[in-house]
């Protein structure tokens, strides 16, 4: 089945700096790649997805690449705010399941310093 | 409007004891599902209904069985309490089809087993 590996556990990053998150996984059916983001306290939102058929997504300061040679894909923060800590977490679809549920990475904590 | 609600927000009890969780979404959605949230924020899928249908029911004990009394609710009941049970516990919604991995979280439901 499909596994994901996430990392960093913990990113620590200066206001308006840039923030790299990045995913591994093994199957190289998965098709679907979203990114979720848990404030505290909160359930964890969609932010950005993509799908297999492109290189790269943006949404004004976040953008998500995939690279499925290599089996990767990450999340760009750009100009990062305090808003942006939180907990990110990645997924993939596993085309090999017929429930077709997401497999989740294990999270990144997200800190913005001042 | 409140999307996926959960309550309770807090449930502190002890050991032995049976318990329930419940869970309404107002999107219209047709498939719900529960996850657990551990004390190092992995995310794990526990159940999953599609039109009152029990689609997905990963490896977990039969102590936690999910109640779906029409498409909108999902309650989780658990019995006979353990330590390890203690977790945040997250309800979610997705409709069928391709916007199936979109899914929707309630604000969780933190259980502490003492």
């Known amino acids: 089945g499909e596994n994901v590996e996430q990392h960093p556990s913990t990113l620590s990053v200066q206001e308006g700096d840039s923030a790299v998150i990045k995913c591994t996984y093994s199957?190289?059916?998965?098709?679907?790649f979203p990114w979720y983001k848990q404030e505290l306290g909160k359930g964890p939102q969609l932010i950005i997805d993509?799908?297999?058929n492109v290189g790269e997504k943006k949404d004004q300061r976040i953008a998500v690449t995939l690279n499925k040679t290599a089996k990767h894909f990450s999340l760009h923060i750009t100009e990062t705010q305090p808003e942006d800590s939180a907990v990110y977490f990645c997924?993939?679809?596993?085309?090999?399941?017929?429930?077709?549920?997401?497999?989740w990475g294990a999270g990144t904590k997200l800190i913005i310093k001042p | 409007d409140t999307a996926v609600s959960q309550t309770p927000k807090y449930l502190v009890t002890q050991m032995g004891n049976d318990k329930s969780i419940k869970c309404e979404q107002n999107l219209g959605h047709d498939t719900m599902y529960w996850y657990k949230q551990d004390s190092k924020k992995f995310l794990k899928i526990m159940f999953s209904y599609n039109n009152k249908e029990l689609i997905i029911n990963e490896t977990v004990p039969n102590r936690f069985s999910p109640k779906s009394p029409d498409k909108a609710h999902l309650n989780l009941h658990i019995n006979s309490l353990e330590l390890g049970d203690s977790a945040v516990y997250f309800c979610?919604?997705?409709?069928?089809?391709?916007?199936?991995?979109?899914?929707?979280f309630g604000p969780g439901t933190r259980l502490t087993v003492t």
């Open positions: 979610a919604s997705s409709q069928p089809g391709p916007s199936r991995w979109e899914q929707y």
């Open positions: 993509i799908r297999s």
């Open positions: 199957d190289s059916a998965s098709n679907y």
């Open positions: 997924a993939a679809v596993d085309s090999l399941d017929s429930n077709y549920q997401l497999i």
